[in-house]
């Protein structure tokens, strides 16, 4: 009979090895000393090619965290945490858990530009890293008013908000923001009225629920508002989708997309002249798509403010604005 390690043999052999989990142990700290660091590894335990690693950390670490809303209000709201640094060629590996604690050590704070940095600046002093990179998503409640009856509703945005700290000292600040719109197709619109004016025939222009990805830095010192952010989009692009709507809503909403009709290279050019008018946005990057409803692709379009060594139109990821 050839023996078991984890368990017992059907001869009546106990097992070599016991796999037995001991509720009562308790760690002290002359334990803990002892155990094994693989932080202190001989730098010949390095696996792979001898290079730095630009970024090294977790994605989707959650907990409650809270935001101050421009009315002062503080919302608690489900965050999704990713948090990265740099990691030097001679290192073999970071301590992923000292990032999270190093968010558990300020959880009670409000998130802000100076709460980040402050967190970015404390996860670099443990792991001894030269450059962070912190972001924070989650989904973001406004009541919004219905068009014209006196219904209000709750929207949600996607938000994440970003900070970067850099290895010459510089902490820069980004607000990334999802605006979900209608977009009535100008041609469209056109030809309908041209074959009721021509030959009589009733057509429905075609339009489509469309998303506008805004990313956002914002100018050293200075602050922006999820609300303005907002507000920036629906000045611009007036369509919002709307949340709790009566016949009278229904029907404004059709008036609201025949006086604002849009391509999407309209769309980006609006949020465009929309965001550089606002001082406390150093830099830009829109990504534009509408749905569309006449073909079985999407249009898609990409501004950016053209800063010197910022944002770049090089988004190609247009299948997450599926909305």
């Known amino acids: 009979m050839k023996p078991m390690y984890l368990h017992d043999s059907s001869c009546g052999e106990e097992a070599k090895i016991k796999h037995v989990y001991d509720k009562k142990f308790r760690s002290s700290p002359a334990y803990v000393a002892s155990m094994p660091d693989m932080m202190l590894a001989a730098h010949d335990s390095i696996q792979g090619a001898h ?25 608690a709201l489900e965050t999704s945490v990713t948090g990265t640094v740099s990691l030097e060629a001679e290192l073999k590996g970071i301590n992923m858990s000292r990032i999270m604690r190093s968010f558990y050590d300020h959880k009670d704070g409000v998130i802000t530009g100076e709460w980040m940095g402050k967190i970015l600046k404390a996860y670099l002093r443990k792991v001894e890293s030269k450059d962070a990179r912190l972001k924070v998503k989650f989904s973001y409640p406004m009541l919004r008013p219905s068009l014209r009856s006196d219904l209000v509703g709750w929207q949600y945005y996607d938000v994440s908000f970003e900070g970067v700290m850099t290895r010459d000292g510089r902490y820069r600040r980004f607000i990334h923001f999802d605006f979900v719109y209608s977009s009535a197709c100008p041609c469209s619109a056109e030809l309908a009225e041209h074959a009721r004016d021509i030959r009589g025939a009733y057509g429905v222009p075609h339009s489509q629920r469309s998303k506008a990805r805004v990313c956002l830095e914002m100018a050293e010192g200075k602050k922006i508002w999820i609300e303005d952010v907002h507000a920036h989009c629906l000045n611009a692009l007036q369509t919002e989708t709307q949340v709790m709507v009566k016949r009278e809503d229904e029907q404004a909403f059709a008036e609201l997309n025949g006086a604002y009709l849009k391509f999407v290279e309209d769309a980006a050019r609006l949020l465009y002249r929309e965001f550089d008018a606002d001082k406390r946005i150093r830099d830009f990057r829109i990504a534009c798509s509408h749905l569309e409803s006449l073909h079985s692709h999407d249009a898609v379009s990409v501004i950016c403010k053209g800063v010197k060594g910022g944002f770049a139109a090089d988004f190609m990821d247009f299948g997450s604005l599926l909305c």
């Open 51 to 75: 290079v730095p690693i630009q970024q090294v950390g977790i994605h989707n670490f959650r907990l409650p965290l809270k935001y101050r809303t421009k009315a002062g209000k503080i919302l």
